[in-house]
């Protein structure tokens, strides 16, 4: 089966970077996915990395480590509007399912 | 463009009534189609998932069911509500091939069974 550790909170201050991190045990790999869901919302989908590296999309960076089944997300220059809680997935090895993790509650502080 | 829709947004009902939570999906075919549930402050749970209609597979036993009638609609039902079944209820879609394709979510239901 699949499982996934995140750490239940962060918290930071605007403008500042944090860090997000990911660990995985899988018995198959299709890359690691992150989503954003805010208080009473729908996760959205942020980024995917299916090989090692960093992917940068704006303010937002997402990074895989196969060979450590280990990922994180990168957020820079905080904004208020980032407070959210911030889900790493991973996708079923018979490719059908996504198995999400515990989820990171960010709160980002004035 | 793809869009889904899920209804209705919240939803209150007493134990041991019956549940039908609707969701489509627009602009997409054969998408594989899921249902999430999300307890208050928790992960995401996977209910349900559909690779075609007809086909459903369960990940977790519980009184709720999954159909899939048409291409684009899935549906999740109880015969008889639990307390422990109020949570927020996610519909969502992906495309059927693995890779970067992420999963795409309706807006949810609240369900609170009182």
């Known amino acids: 089966g699949q499982s996934l550790e995140q750490p239940s909170e962060v918290t930071a201050v605007e403008g500042a970077i944090v860090q997000i991190n990911c660990t995985y045990q899988?018995?198959?790999?299709?890359?690691l996915s992150w989503y954003q869901q805010h208080d009473g919302g729908a996760p959205t989908f942020l980024s995917y990395?299916?090989?090692?590296g960093l992917e940068e999309t704006g303010r937002f960076s997402s990074f895989l480590s196969r060979s450590d089944s280990y990922g994180y997300l990168l957020l820079q220059e905080l904004q208020m509007k980032d407070s959210a809680s911030y889900f790493c997935a991973v996708r079923d090895p018979n490719g059908q399912n996504f198995v999400f993790g515990p989820g990171t509650r960010l709160s980002v502080l004035p | 463009s793809q869009t889904i829709h899920q209804w209705p947004a919240t939803l209150v009902q007493p134990v041991g009534s019956p549940l039908s939570l609707e969701c489509t999906v627009e602009g997409t075919s054969n998408p594989n189609l899921y249902w999430y549930r999300q307890a208050a402050g928790r992960g995401l749970q996977l209910l349900f998932y559909s690779v075609g209609i007809g086909q459903i597979s369960s990940e977790v036993p519980q009184n709720l069911s999954a159909s899939r009638p048409q291409d684009r609609q899935f549906i999740l039902s109880s015969k008889k509500l639990l307390l422990s079944d109020s949570g927020f209820y996610l519909c969502?879609?992906?495309?059927?091939?693995?890779?970067?394709?992420?999963?795409?979510f309706g807006n949810g239901t609240r369900l609170t069974v009182t």
């Open positions: 969502a879609w992906s495309v059927t091939v693995p890779g970067k394709s992420p999963l795409h």
């Open positions: 899988t018995s198959g790999f299709y890359g």
């Open positions: 990395n299916a090989l090692d």
